[in-house]
């Protein structure tokens, strides 16, 4: 965990907590790979294939769909939260940091080049401007193109998973960061709620979710389905949007642990 995030960790508990250790600094010995390298269509292609010699016969946009889950989930969390509770801008464009990878080309952390600085400003596509535009805006369109899977379907894998995100913030976190959170004349959920930008450009993170009563309970459902359930080890998640036509019956055998790769 870098130093400037030492405050969330006395008032985060699991599973946000788990994402404290996304960020390193230079110090950190682990050789990494610039993002905007990464995105190079002569290099991006041999990360995609993250443990070949495991998928070889597997399906490779699912493949690829999981990867970026992964880098989404080490990525997002931690530069949102650092924003909304602890008014710190990190420095998150992809000419600005690297990713580090496991031993099965899997991202593990993202190397930022500072701590970040302190920020008042409160309009969440400000703050947020160098996270959407300037990393996830191309990583989508690379990983899109490498992969041959739609931007479409990227965009939801960030978009729930920021949806989700902001609801843990505002639900689970116990301080008064947390009641800053909510109270803020600064409204976060704008980034999922908000049909486009303030610039008028269309917000490729908006409106994730659908969310339906089943037999009386809320269930939520992502807009486009991951395709993880093309990996037979992997099966459906509970959000899948294929499952909705069967939501009236009992889905416990049907359903496969949600990804949650943040640990």
């Known amino acids: 965990m870098i130093p400037s995030l030492a405050p969330a960790a006395a008032f985060l508990s699991a599973p946000l907590s788990n994402y404290l250790d996304a960020f390193v600094l230079a110090d950190d010995p682990r050789p990494g790979i610039r993002v905007s390298e990464l995105l190079r269509p002569d290099v991006l292609p041999d990360f995609l294939c993250w443990d070949g010699t495991c998928h070889e016969r597997s399906d490779r946009r699912a493949v690829c769909s999981l990867w970026s889950l992964a880098y989404f989930h080490r990525l997002i969390p931690l530069t949102v939260m650092s924003g909304a509770l602890l008014g710190l801008d990190l420095p998150v464009g992809m000419d600005e940091t690297e990713v580090i990878?496991?031993?099965?080309?899997?991202?593990?952390?993202?190397?930022?080049?500072?701590?970040?600085?302190?920020?008042?400003?409160?309009?969440?596509?400000?703050?947020?401007?160098?996270?959407?535009?300037?990393?996830?805006?191309?990583?989508?369109?690379?990983?899109?193109?490498?992969?041959?899977?739609?931007?479409?379907?990227?965009?939801?894998?960030?978009?729930?998973?920021?949806?989700?995100?902001?609801?843990?913030?505002?639900?689970?976190?116990?301080?008064?960061?947390?009641?800053?959170?909510?109270?803020?004349?600064?409204?976060?959920?704008?980034?999922?709620?908000?049909?486009?930008?303030?610039?008028?450009?269309?917000?490729?993170?908006?409106?994730?979710?659908?969310?339906?009563?089943?037999?009386?309970?809320?269930?939520?459902?992502?807009?486009?389905?991951?395709i993880r359930y093309l990996l037979p080890e992997h099966g459906f998640c509970s959000y899948c949007p294929h499952l909705r036509a069967k939501a009236g019956a009992d889905l416990s055998s049907t359903l496969a642990k949600p990804v949650v790769l943040a640990a």
């Open 101 to 226: 990878f496991d031993e099965h080309r899997m991202p593990v952390a993202i190397r930022l080049p500072h701590e970040g600085e302190i920020s008042v400003e409160t309009d969440p596509f400000i703050r947020f401007d160098p996270l959407v535009r300037e990393h996830l805006e191309p990583m989508v369109t690379a990983v899109s193109r490498a992969a041959g899977i739609s931007q479409k379907l990227l965009w939801n894998n960030a978009g729930h998973l920021l949806e989700w995100l902001l609801g843990e913030l505002s639900t689970r976190t116990v301080s008064a960061c947390a009641s800053c959170f909510r109270n803020a004349t600064c409204n976060w959920n704008a980034l999922v709620r908000q049909q486009h930008w303030p610039d008028g450009d269309r917000n490729c993170l908006f409106d994730p979710v659908r969310y339906e009563l089943v037999d009386g309970q809320p269930v939520s459902w992502r807009k486009v389905c991951c």
